[in-house]
């Protein structure tokens, strides 16, 4: 157990419903990142917050969306769902932004499956 | 063409073989990871790297900034090294900071 916690561990939904994916940050950490993993395009960012706020953006769509709570827990939304939001959805924490001394712990990943 | 490039992307070896996996990066950086990812899915951070080399056990990565390249070996590799190996690397500024940006992978099988 990394000690960040993602649920569901899979989902399996039809084109055009929402999800939310979520992610417990391991204990202490501030910062969650959002990353995307499909056949095609590898891994990519998709977003970060730190303490609450959104810090920086990647490749997200303007149909995804997340937040992170006062606990620090964060949710990821996947709106109007399309074949190619496929994919393993992966969230990491870091205790800041990752310093010198600090790398990411990566949960277990949410495997999403639109049909 | 990719910010990040791996080679090979393939690898097979026989038990007991040094493996190197190679990782080159066009981008200012703050540091370079090397993650590891078996079948199944998660995904384990191996090293963090700004400078220099880290060993742990078998494996031990090296990183030169000013040809911004890194190499992860592996020495006397066994079946369950099999796995995917990614490198990735962190931006060196702004909001670029905390990101990563991956590699395409390194597909690893190892022969007993």
């Known amino acids: 157990d990394s000690g960040v916690t993602q649920t569901p561990k899979h989902l399996i939904t039809a084109t055009g419903q929402r999800v939310t994916l979520r992610c417990s940050p391991r204990?202490?950490?501030?910062?969650v990142y959002w990353y995307q993993q499909s056949l095609d395009q590898g891994l990519q960012f998709l977003i970060q917050?730190?303490?609450?706020?959104?810090?920086a953006k990647g490749n997200i769509l303007e149909r995804f969306s997340a937040q992170q709570f006062p606990d620090l827990h964060s949710e990821l939304n996947l709106s109007s769902l399309e074949l190619g939001d496929s994919a393993l959805y992966f969230c990491?924490?870091?205790?800041?932004?990752?310093?010198?001394?600090?790398?990411?712990?990566f949960g277990s990943g949410t495997r999403l499956t639109v049909v | 063409k990719n910010e990040v490039e791996q080679s090979p992307q393939n690898l097979t070896a026989q038990e007991g073989e040094f493996i190197t996996i190679n990782c080159s990066y066009s981008?200012?950086?703050?540091?370079l990871h090397w993650l590891q990812q078996h079948p199944g899915g998660g995904i384990v951070s191996l090293f963090m790297?700004?400078?220099g080399k880290k060993k742990h056990g078998r494996l031990i990565a090296t990183i030169n900034i000013q040809e911004k390249h890194s190499s992860l070996h592996i020495t006397a590799s066994h079946p369950r090294d099999s796995a995917v190996y990614i490198c990735?690397?962190?931006?060196?500024?702004?909001?670029?900071?905390?990101?990563?940006?991956f590699g395409q992978g390194t597909i690893l099988t190892v022969h007993p």
């Open positions: 990491a924490s870091s205790p800041l932004f990752p310093g010198r001394r600090y790398g990411y712990t």
């Open positions: 204990s202490g950490d501030l910062s």
């Open positions: 917050y730190y303490n609450g706020e959104e810090r």
């Open positions: 981008v200012g950086i703050s540091a």
């Open positions: 790297l700004s400078s």
């Open positions: 990735a690397v962190r931006g060196s500024g702004g909001t670029s900071y905390g990101k990563l940006t």
